[in-house]
């Protein structure tokens, strides 16, 4: 009997910590909207059914059965798009500030500084999710409504999470967790490497060493091989998914020669590098296009300081700014290169999509600039049977705005997140928007 | 778009074909030859001699009045670098300058500007054996690995005395080595460590090899620091060394010795002029400053005679700008090599040219004008060691990467296009 009410009670606790976002949420029927699937044509007076967090149906309004339990929305004057991704947003993350340099901390001598020695491998996005409803709320109203949340600290520096901002607990919002190992070529403090240079000798140092742990671990293993087990390393376990099985491997790359260092330690690694940044990309099309890495390009078109963009005068370096930088993704995108665009780089992950027009304005085809936000992404990081298009069975994230998305002014709506409906309010000067119904809690 | 583009690359640095008229040439190896012309096809000198006929459509420079003179090699700087001194740790040898060029540091052009073609681009002297150094020729608006001359001989760079000592000095800091003998501890030491570590590998590669062998045979860590070490050993890579007191400078010549390493070059040698016959004696060059010296005290005994008195005695000597505003006059340095110490003007012009190409194996490609070498050509108004040359025209390969005329000619242009766009603005004109 006590055990029987055990069981209960146990039960119980645990449908009250259960996610609940999507039990509770009904089915809509968007009805008379137009469509952008990406993975096909546009589709004029449309319905989507939702239901459950997926896309149930999609298709022209004949052919799809609106069930009698969904909510409808009426999608006229709409024009629906798959949510976008950001595949690089560093704002999401609360990395813990780095000690203030010591008048006494001298490069290489002191003892290496805490969390900033570039050995933070383990650090998870996840555990250190800065996305409040606020954060959320922004990010949503440009149609964001899945970011890649990656932490930028140094070198090793930690695995980021991929997210769907549906207001949901952290543990509601992972699509998966961890996705990637992030890299920088910025060197640690007080510990070697200090230097870039340095940076690329300890990977490919490391890369050496995990595989010979991993040989010297499964050898002592065996009966009888006299071979000594080796010293656990945390170290090397952590980083051995990443330099060893072909779990990706993000390089964060300011100019074109980071760009490169990251190619040459992708191919001469065997690792799956992915690369992201790469604001100046257009100047390497031809590494990038015959190393075939995906490319997470940012949309902060300020020139890197080591570019030349960057050094004849303040007055050269915003013309690049407004000029050249802007075309990058559209060069890329004539050299046959495939690109994400990101966050990467900008002081406010909102400001993606503003960002986004520019590089259209700068010649980058629309539907093109569409699938940066959308498919691309999703191949990259492996979600592409979940996200990036509006096909049944796909997670519903649903971007319904009023028009056109690339064109200046068009307001976003509506938006389904995991199935989950918010309104978007417009802005009132001086005061937040009240919480979307079904939103924020 | 296009046109910010075109900025960046030379436009006229396309083809690398170039016929240069009437000039002085002075070869360095071969002695003047007056009222010359230096036909360079696909990059490389053809023929130098009177009354040469260009192909169809090749340019033509006149050089009528001025001097040709072998592009200038600056053997020991820190430019096109992103980080010069990995000081994380003392003994750094696998990391490599090739993975921190920097394609677009202007210096590279301030260099050209004073007719410097070739540069050996190093690790900086905070590590008594430091990273591995670079040769690169200066293709101002080409990708760094373009600039890679790869026939050059791989170096790393050691370094003895102060700035090891000094490094770490203030705060003091419990870093070791903070003394001389500190700085030779270590890098036997080290290399004794390679030494060690080759007989691993090769134990281990018998034992691999030996049918009876047992089961599990765990391969040795494969470590790329020691890895550079054992080329050190192996004489594949050579040793650059950093080093100013004449009885350090020994110790250096010394420890090659006793652990058979070669050094290509021993770099700043203040007081060669002291050791000079066992400089000579061991076949160990120098790169030094013309006349720079007290600028500490390791350097107080250093004299401006030193590349002059070294180079009668028979040691191979180069100079460099360490990085230092010298880079843009070089031939300004070597002319001092005349003032103190009265080198003749072509073995003068050697410091700068044919002697650091041969420090650093590439004397058949460069360091000289002679037909089969690379086009490597600066052009001077005036003999290259006059107080009052300067360089017109800086060639790399046939392809053109400085043109005075030019740039005064854009800059004005672009001065008189800037106050073009200036004056609609509504400012009153007086």
């Known amino acids: 009997m006590k055990s029987r009410l055990g069981f209960v009670l146990l039960a119980f606790v645990a449908a009250l910590a259960a996610p609940s976002a999507a039990a509770w949420e009904p089915a809509y029927a968007v009805v008379g909207c137009r469509v952008v699937p990406v993975s096909g044509p546009p589709i004029e007076d449309a319905v989507i059914v939702v239901r459950d967090g997926l896309v149930e149906s999609v298709g022209p309004r004949p052919a799809v059965r609106v069930p009698g339990d969904a909510e409808i929305v009426d999608g006229k004057g709409l024009t629906v798009y798959p949510g976008f991704i950001d595949a690089f947003a560093a704002g999401l993350v609360q990395v813990p500030p780095e000690p203030k340099p010591d008048p006494g901390e001298f490069l290489g001598t002191a003892p290496p500084v805490k969390g900033a020695d570039g050995r933070t491998p383990e650090f998870g996005a996840y555990e250190h999710l800065a996305a409040g409803a606020v954060e959320q709320e922004a990010l949503r109203k440009t149609g964001v409504l899945t970011v890649l949340a990656a932490p930028r600290r140094r070198m090793f520096s930690g695995r980021s999470v991929l997210v769907n901002l549906n207001g949901g607990s952290p543990a509601e919002m992972v699509v998966r967790n961890p996705v990637a190992l992030h890299v920088e070529f910025t060197g640690a403090r007080g510990a070697y490497p200090t230097t870039g240079m340095g940076v690329q000798a300890f990977f490919r140092q490391l890369c050496l060493d995990a595989a010979r742990y991993r040989t010297a671990g499964s050898l002592s293993a065996g009966r009888g091989s006299g071979v000594r087990r080796p010293v656990y390393d945390p170290f090397l376990e952590s980083l051995s998914p990443y330099l060893l099985d072909g779990a990706p491997v993000i390089f964060a790359c300011d100019g074109q020669e980071e760009i490169k260092k990251a190619l040459r330690l992708i191919a001469g690694c065997g690792v799956r590098g992915l690369v992201a940044g790469a604001n100046e990309a257009w100047r390497v099309a031809d590494a990038l296009r015959a190393a075939g890495i995906p490319l997470l390009l940012s949309v902060n078109f300020a020139p890197p300081a080591l570019s030349i963009y960057a050094q004849r005068g303040k007055e050269a370096k915003e013309t690049a700014e407004k000029e050249t930088y802007p075309g990058n993704a559209a060069r890329l995108k004539a050299a046959g290169i495939p690109f994400a665009l990101t966050s990467y780089g900008l002081e406010k992950g909102a400001d993606l999509m503003a960002q986004v027009r520019k590089a259209v304005q700068a010649g980058l085809a629309e539907d093109e600039a569409l699938k940066a936000l959308t498919v691309h992404p999703a191949r990259f990081l492996g979600v592409d049977g979940q996200l990036g298009s509006i096909e049944p069975g796909k997670i519903a994230n649903l971007v319904l705005s009023a028009g056109d998305i690339f064109k200046e002014g068009t307001k976003v709506r509506m938006l389904f997140v995991d199935g989950r409906r918010f309104e978007v309010k417009e802005d009132k000067p001086g005061g937040a928007a009240p919480p979307a119904p079904g939103g924020g809690r | ?430």
Not at chain 2, 241 to 266: N, Q, V
Request: charged residues 25%; contains cysteine; negative net charge.
């Open chain 2, 1 to 430: 778009m296009g046109a910010v583009l075109a900025l960046l690359v030379p436009a006229f640095a396309v083809a690398q074909d170039l016929l240069i008229k009437n000039a002085t040439v002075l070869t360095v190896t071969q002695g003047t030859l007056p009222n010359s012309d230096i036909l360079i096809l696909g990059g490389v000198i053809r023929g130098i001699g009177e009354g040469l006929e260009a192909p169809k459509g090749v340019r033509v420079i006149d050089a009528a009045g001025r001097f040709a003179v072998p592009g200038l090699f600056d053997s020991h700087t820190h430019i096109a670098l992103t980080d010069i001194n990995e000081m994380g740790a003392t003994v750094t040898p696998e990391v490599d300058e090739a993975d921190a060029l920097n394609a677009e540091d202007v210096r590279i052009y301030y260099c050209l500007t004073g007719g410097v073609t070739t540069v050996h681009t190093m690790h900086g002297s905070a590590n008594p054996i430091g990273g591995r150094n670079i040769t690169l020729k200066l293709k101002w608006g080409r990708p760094a690995e373009e600039m890679v001359v790869p026939q050059a001989y791989p170096t790393i760079k050691f370094a003895q005395g102060e700035n090891i000592k000094q490094s770490y000095y203030n705060p003091p800091t419990d870093r070791y080595p903070k003394s001389r003998m500190g700085v030779a501890a270590i890098v036997r030491r080290e290399l004794l460590r390679a030494r060690a570590y080759m007989e691993e590998w090769d134990r281990y590669e018998a034992a691999k090899a030996n049918p009876e062998r047992p089961g599990g045979l765990l391969p040795p860590r494969k470590d790329l620091g020691l890895e550079a070490l054992a080329d050190v050993l192996r004489g594949k890579l050579l040793v650059r060394c950093h080093t100013y007191k004449a009885d350090e400078t020994l110790e250096m010549l010394a420890l090659s010795r006793e652990l058979g390493f070669k050094i290509a070059c021993l770099d700043h040698a203040s007081e060669a002029f002291k050791i000079a016959p066992e400089l000579v004696a061991a076949g160990v060059g120098i790169s030094v400053f013309a006349d720079s010296w007290s600028y500490k005290l390791e350097t107080a005994e250093g004299i401006a005679h030193n590349a002059a008195a070294c180079a009668k005695k028979g040691v191979l000597v180069s100079l460099n700008s360490d990085g230092g505003p010298q880079m843009q006059y070089m031939f300004n340095e070597a002319a001092k090599a005349v003032k103190f110490g009265g080198l003749p003007a072509d073995d003068a012009l050697k410091l700068i040219t044919i002697n650091p190409a041969i420090q650093l194996g590439v004397d058949k490609l460069t360091g000289s004008l002679e037909a089969g070498k690379q086009g490597d050509v600066a052009i001077f108004n005036a003999h290259p060691l006059d107080s009052y040359a300067r360089c017109e025209m800086t060639i790399i390969e046939g392809e053109v990467y400085f043109d005075r005329d030019r740039d005064i000619r854009e800059r004005t242009e672009k001065a008189a296009a800037d106050k073009a766009k200036a004056k609609p603005k509504g400012r009153k004109e007086d």
